[in-house]
């Protein structure tokens, strides 16, 4: 091999290899990605049916998902629970978002906090994996991505017996 592959130094590929490996790469600062979760959350609720009430509740409780949950990606947490525990979340935050907002629709705004933990590319590239003729991992992906949406809906479900049980309405 010469000193080059592809119009880069070997010695400045090597150390570019070792950044991204680090994670010195490829990440936004934290108050970026929480703004970004909550703006996407946001305009999410509009697009569902809500108005400004439930855009600003979406953004709220979108925004303090993304800090408690999504902000830094534990690694002690496996994904499954991870999601159950985001869609459990989720409705909580939803809900105690429209302590500020009571005339607010509390079915947009929860289905657009959940829209962050919904696995949609994932089930879009299981589709196209079966489509292309690899079905073993277009059906492995879908059952991840199913069993992921599964998770979400348990922990929603959960937090809205919960929150029934404790008095707490929609």
């Known amino acids: 091999l010469g000193r080059s592959v592809g119009g880069v130094a070997w010695d400045r590929g090597e150390g570019r290899i070792a950044q991204i490996e680090i994670g010195g790469m490829g990440r936004c600062p934290l108050w970026l990605e929480v703004l970004a979760a909550g703006t996407g959350l946001g305009c999410c609720a509009l697009r569902c049916g809500g108005g400004p009430e439930e855009a600003l509740c979406a953004f709220g409780a979108g925004a303090l998902l993304q800090l408690v949950l999504l902000g830094r990606r534990p690694a002690a947490l496996p994904n499954i629970l991870r999601r159950f525990l985001g869609g459990f979340l989720a409705t909580c935050f939803s809900r105690l978002a429209l302590c500020f907002f009571p ?21 879009t590239n299981a589709f196209r994996d079966m489509a292309a003729g690899d079905l073993i991992s277009g059906v492995t992906r879908t059952f991840e991505a199913l069993s992921i949406a599964a998770a979400l809906a348990g922990g929603a479900a959960l937090a809205i017996g919960l929150l029934s049980v404790w008095g707490v309405r929609g």
Do not use: D, E, F, K
């Open 103 to 123: 005339g607010a629709s509390w079915q947009v705004v929860n289905i657009a906090v959940i829209m962050l933990l919904v696995p949609g590319l994932m089930l």
